[in-house]
């Protein structure tokens, strides 16, 4: 019997297969578009309509879509997606009904990088976009194609990606905004090829006709060139009321700077030093934030440097003043990354067998990973994580969890980070999360570093988030503030607000022009006697 179950198993995949065979598209690239040869992953995006293009139909809940890795495709010259290659939400070719669908192609480049630790890679370089495949200047994508798909009947369609993404226009300079941009020496030397930091500055009322320093909130965040705060002169409601605040001449006078430091394997690096992304950390703080205080008339003391942010940029926020006491004053963190890595979008990294599903008994009950405000489930851990696998292999997706993994996890023997789970079953690796824990759960270093950095951070750790949030960051946010309770020597419990039935990214009850004066009398209070506050007519 076991033989004859084998023999059907074993035919049933047979059969699978050659039906895969007869279902595929067959993706290439003229020389016309770029000299090639490439090694990068293609991809087949079908949307059931063509409001946007396919490509920008692409997201954690949006269109299907499939991947496949190349290596040195020739121009002219095809790579197959067929029905054996992994896709999302759908996960087959074989599964898309038959129907009419719009249907578009796309080549994702990636570069070699040789890096400084002896490791070569491939993967993307970013091109000022952000860490974005499909929006990323030089990559290839096909005109948009309607046609019927009927996977009973199988198909071979032909699709040439003959078109190139343009260069990003970065925004000109304003009276109020101003940006740069520079090569980073020690992210250059660690990855092998030119990398680059920028940073948006805006300048409060007055300074092109002053000679005063003055403070700077270093705002935290994703990748953009938009201006700090989402400054405009045009905007309405919010983004009004800040600028007709920011003008008054009895508003306090800061500079805020949102910094631009995309890798290859994200739009941001998490502003620490990491074996897989690089020395960011450093750079950061010995490269970039010494540029901007050389460009700019900023007060060069801790107490005048402060740090806000929210999802990423709350986690940034609090990991910089955490690791960094002596160089910043204060950290108001927004519905922050998992400050707690017993919960990391619904994964127990520390105690949880398998990321995709908890064992409950003799049950086994999925992972959420992301749920609406209602508690309604958004997302599946599974779902998530084939989500980012189809977008990029090795953790090169440009998405979420990966960069966690690349960010907090140990280098792999192939020169990619060593996974936490893996992505295709789930199976959590020990090893691994022992690593994550002993360098970068913040709520950890806390406790083993607290006779020495708890002195330090006293009055200057603030943390907002609300009670249902999207990605259970909340439950991080509880164990640190349970933990924080429990503090001596010096016993300093934090300033946590949560809010009630809100989800991500939750800041608080004050608006932007509100905060920044909460944050310009936090540095009143913790400047040295003596210091007279001219940035601030109050």
Not at 9 to 18: K, R
Not at 290 to 317: Q, V
Not at 391 to 406: F, K, L, M, P, V
Request: charged share 20%; glycine share 8%.
């Amino acid at each position: 019997m076991k033989t004859l179950a084998g023999a059907f198993a074993l035919a049933a995949m047979l059969a699978v297969a050659a039906f895969a065979a007869d279902t595929k598209f067959e993706i290439s690239y003229p020389k016309s578009a770029t000299a090639g040869p490439i090694t990068g992953r293609v991809y087949v995006m079908i949307s059931r309509d063509a409001k946007t293009e396919p490509r920008l139909q692409v997201g954690r809940v949006g269109i299907p879509f499939y991947g496949r890795d190349i290596q040195k495709l020739a121009p002219g010259a095809a790579a197959v997606v067929d029905a054996t290659d992994l896709g999302t939400p759908v996960e087959s070719l074989t599964d898309i009904p038959a129907g009419d669908y719009y249907v578009q192609a796309f080549v994702n480049i990636y570069s070699e990088f040789k890096r400084a630790d002896g490791h070569t890679v491939y993967m993307h370089d970013d091109q000022w976009e952000g860490q974005h495949w499909n929006r990323s200047p030089g990559n290839l994508y096909s005109s948009v194609k309607q046609m019927h798909l009927d996977p009973a009947k199988g198909y071979k369609i032909a699709i040439a990606c003959d078109q190139v993404i343009p260069p990003v226009v970065t925004p000109p300079d304003t009276e109020w905004v101003k940006s740069f941009k520079i090569q980073s020496p020690m992210l250059t030397k660690f990855w092998g090829r030119p990398i680059y930091l920028g940073a948006t500055v805006l300048l409060p009322r007055d300074y092109a006709t002053s000679t005063l320093e003055y403070p700077v909130l270093y705002e935290q965040g994703h990748f953009s060139l938009n201006p700090p705060l989402r400054f405009t002169a045009s905007g309405k409601g919010e983004e009004l009321n800040l600028y007709n605040e920011w003008i008054k001449d009895n508003f306090p006078r800061m500079i805020v700077v949102t910094f631009q430091h995309p890798n290859p394997y994200f739009d941001d690096s998490y502003a620490v030093n990491s074996v897989n992304v690089g020395p960011y950390g450093d750079a950061l703080l010995q490269e970039l934030i010494p540029e901007i205080e050389n460009r700019f008339r900023a007060i060069r003391k801790p107490w005048a440097r402060l740090l806000s942010g929210g999802s990423t940029g709350g986690w940034e926020a609090l990991a910089l003043q955490i690791f960094h006491p002596d160089f910043f004053g204060g950290a108001w963190g927004y519905c922050p990354d998992s400050v707690d890595f017993n919960d990391v979008e619904g994964i127990n990294v520390y105690e949880d067998k398998n990321a995709f599903y908890k064992e409950i008994g003799w049950r086994k009950t999925p992972t959420i990973n992301s749920r609406e405000i209602n508690g309604q489930v958004r997302q599946t851990s599974e779902q998530r994580n084939h989500f980012e696998l189809v977008n990029g292999t090795r953790g090169r997706s440009g998405e979420q969890i990966d960069i966690w993994s690349a960010v907090f996890g140990p280098l792999g023997e192939d020169g990619y980070f060593e996974q936490l789970f893996d992505k295709t079953n789930g199976t959590m690796h020990p090893g691994v999360a022992k690593y994550w824990k002993e360098n970068f759960d913040l709520r950890y270093y806390l406790e083993k570093n607290w006779s020495t950095v708890g002195p330090k951070l006293v009055d200057r750790l603030k943390v907002y988030v609300g009670d249902a949030d999207n990605f259970y960051l909340n439950n991080g946010v509880h164990r640190l503030q349970d933990w924080m309770k429990t503090t001596e020597n010096p016993h300093y419990e934090g300033y946590f607000v949560y809010g009630a039935m809100k989800g991500h990214c939750y800041s608080g009850p004050e608006n932007s022009a509100d905060r920044l004066k909460q944050m310009a009398e936090h540095i009143l209070a913790k400047m040295p006697a003596g210091t007279v506050a001219e940035w601030w007519k109050n």
